[in-house]
């Protein structure tokens, strides 16, 4: 129990101390905000055009609008977890973290867990504004929302350790891999259009994604009405795999780190 | 005889092909302040790394506290602390919020005291509300100094701990690690490159040349046997002779 209480503790000091940086910096609040926003207000223009002239478009209310939602919670999950690690390495902190108690484990926690309240801030401030502005709900999906959500943001988080895990190795220079590898994923997940629309052999890659499914199940949900269990439950066994993934990267490219005295002399 | 508080048997590391630490074998004495002097590239800052286990060694055993450090670290390391030049603290955190977080991760249960006896000691309360990034080298210092006794560590690894600080600031740190030691019994293991901070401090001397420890002992002592004036020109010897 006491173990437990520590772990949580330190968790818990983790999180406190990416809460003080967002609250030292309005602009970075700010920015966790404006891009979910901007590309709502894209789709949601985008949206009104084509279901004037698309019946498709016409019939699945505010599709580009969830669509885009649902992405920026992958999109931002992802950043939540590589952008704030980065922060470590920026003010040279990795050294203190790593000589006291906190267990790489529990910073993984603590990377996953603020990832999470600033997609909730970032994208759920959208969603707001998509209701006010344009009057479309994505919490009219309901549980398939939660769902949706929780299994896109797990594979954000995976490929946010992975992408981690490339800058431990590679150094800083690598950076830039965090906003650049999901844009090379976004194609192939079926966003704003079905999976069969991709080339044959491009569409295994496709499902071997789980955001491919949850993209799919969304489209099910507003253009058929139906909530498909099978995709979602493909998409959890995938997150699954992937997060298993992701962590043993992450703890691959730390176990080298501590090989090759990257810990003290990572920084700007 | 006091039981070691540091222990290092024929530990090794070693870079692509190039020799770091050179099978190494010391001791430190619970409650003793060791210096490891050396030129740059010596491998007193691998050293240390090693002794926190930032960094793996290639061979060798390291204990503390009578711990292993392969297999023990975790049990270990709420007892020790360090602080060095080449890691930072947050610099947009606040004084107070950097030394609160660090208090949390090491399960300190009156923080606030804590860090209000701590800052007034090190005289760094006048400026506990302001931003790391926004303070001197030297003040930045004495918090990096308060964030390494947050947790009054039985072992204290110090890499260079008065570097570009001023002569003032430098001698407050001094007399405060002194004090430390007094009160709390604590071994003190620090890198450094200032012979007359050394000579004031020290117990005992390690001098690193080349990944190797070519000479052991008292500062005294090593001024007698190689009939100098000062640790500078044994330090200065041995630099410049051909012994490794």
């Known amino acids: ?268 | 005889m006091d039981a070691p508080a540091i222990e290092v048997s024929g530990l090794c590391k070693r870079f692509d092909g190039v020799i770091a630490v050179d099978d190494i074998d010391f001791t430190v004495p619970a409650g003793h302040i060791c210096a490891l002097l050396g030129g740059n590239g010596a491998g007193k800052t691998t050293t240390i790394s090693m002794l926190l286990g930032l960094l793996l060694p290639t061979s060798g055993e390291i204990r503390i506290l009578g711990m292993d450090m392969r297999r023990e670290r975790y049990r270990v390391l709420p007892r020790m602390n360090f602080s060095s030049p080449y890691a930072d603290l947050p610099r947009r955190l606040t004084v107070m919020q950097n030394l609160s977080v660090y208090a949390r991760l090491y399960g300190i249960r009156d923080r606030r005291r804590r860090i209000a006896r701590l800052a007034a000691e090190l005289e760094i309360d006048g400026f506990l509300d302001r931003p790391y990034g926004s303070l001197s080298a030297g003040q930045r210092t004495r918090v990096s100094l308060a964030k390494s006794l947050l947790n009054r560590p039985q072992v204290l690894l110090m890499d260079e701990p008065t570097a570009s600080l001023d002569p003032d600031t430098a001698d407050r740190v001094r007399g405060r690690l002194e004090a430390y030691r007094r009160e709390t019994g604590a071994t003190i293991l620090l890198a450094s490159h200032n012979m007359q901070e050394v000579e004031r401090l020290c117990d005992d001397v390690l001098i690193m040349k080349g990944g190797r420890i070519v000479d052991r002992g008292a500062p005294a002592a090593l001024r007698e046997r190689y009939g100098l004036a000062d640790l500078e020109q044994v330090f200065l010897d041995i630099a410049r002779s051909d012994r490794i």
């Open chain 1, 1 to 268: 129990m006491t173990a437990i209480c520590a772990t949580a503790g330190r968790i818990y000091a983790m999180l406190l101390r990416y809460v003080y940086l967002m609250r030292s910096s309005w602009p970075r609040v700010l920015e966790m905000v404006y891009w979910p926003t901007m590309q709502m207000i894209l789709w949601a223009f985008t949206n009104q055009f084509l279901a004037e002239h698309s019946e498709w478009v016409a019939q699945a209310a505010g599709i580009f609008i969830g669509a885009i939602l649902l992405w920026d919670v992958l999109f931002r999950s992802q950043l939540g977890v590589s952008v704030v690690f980065f922060e470590e390495m920026y003010s040279r902190n990795l050294g203190h973290l790593f000589v006291s108690p906190l267990r790489p484990w529990e910073l993984v926690a603590a990377l996953l867990s603020i990832s999470l309240l600033r997609t909730l801030i970032g994208v759920g401030t959208a969603a707001l504004l998509a209701l006010l502005l344009y009057h479309y709900s994505i919490f009219a999906l309901g549980l398939a929302l939660v769902a949706f959500f929780f299994c896109l943001a797990v594979m954000g988080w995976a490929i946010g350790l992975m992408v981690v895990a490339m800058v431990l190795r590679y150094g800083l220079g690598a950076e830039s891999l965090a906003w650049a590898i999901i844009f090379a994923i976004m194609p192939l997940c079926g966003v704003f259009y079905p999976i069969e629309v991709l080339p044959h052999w491009l569409q295994p890659v496709a499902l071997a994604l789980p955001a491919s499914h949850v993209f799919e199940g969304l489209r099910a949900i507003v253009v058929e009405g139906v909530f498909r269990t099978d995709l979602l439950w493909r998409a959890v066994a995938l997150d699954g795999a992937y997060l298993i993934i992701g962590v043993t990267v992450f703890l691959l490219a730390f176990r080298a780190a501590r090989r090759r005295n990257l810990l003290l002399h990572m920084g700007e």
